[in-house]
């Protein structure tokens, strides 16, 4: 039973009473390159945690063929009728599809839709996201063009948990990544990419370590 986050909203120690590897599930709507990473990480041995399904609401996204050339339970799940957000039947048929995988910890990577009520509570305090900017700056969507066209010198990715508003859930690892004279939207996204990468297995790995507390909306690592 993973109990390295707190059951209720509040703080709780850290217990953990059969250790075994985090069983993670991923959700994404895209070309997958962070759950990529996560596999990469947990192949290389630096990451204790196993993929139990990866789940996309887009039939062919890349994010799937990742996960089946590693041999990682690859659903195609629709979310509709609705566009932008994960509800209703479709939520319901999601949270049953992660119970029986057994996941402990929903990793958002890329999965264009927003989480709502239903799932939240079905794993509370245990959906992560990643953002490309240093929230509380630029949410939302394409927050590299939005930081290029404020004129930022810095920008960079979070890994958040999820809560009921948009990228707004507990920080838990940020990574900066410098805006240059010469960036395009194109170049800058692929910077903060690359740092995506490092930051998404080093969140993942406070947890599955059980060096991770929630305090109010502070997160403690270590
Ligand atoms: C990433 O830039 C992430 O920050 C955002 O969606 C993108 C997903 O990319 N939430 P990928 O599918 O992991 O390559």
Known sequence: MLACFP???ESEGVVNETPHPLKIAILGSGRGSNGQSIIDAIEAGTLS???VCVISDVADAGILDRARAHHIPALFVSAAPFKTKLEGRAEAEY???LRGYGAEVIVLAGFMRLVKKGLLDAFPNRILNIHPALLPAFPGMASWKQALAYGAKVTGC???L???????GPIIVQKAVPILEN???ETLHARIQEQEHIAYPEALRW???HRFRL???RVRLG
């Open 183 to 185: 960036d395009t939207p």
């Open 95 to 97: 949270i049953r599809i």
């Open 7 to 9: 059951i209720s909203g």
């Open 49 to 51: 945690a196993e993929i």
């Open 162 to 168: 999820v809560d009921e508003g948009t990228d707004t």
């Open 215 to 217: 305090e109010g909306r």
């Open 158 to 160: 979070t890994v958040h």
């Open 207 to 209: 947890i599955a370590t």
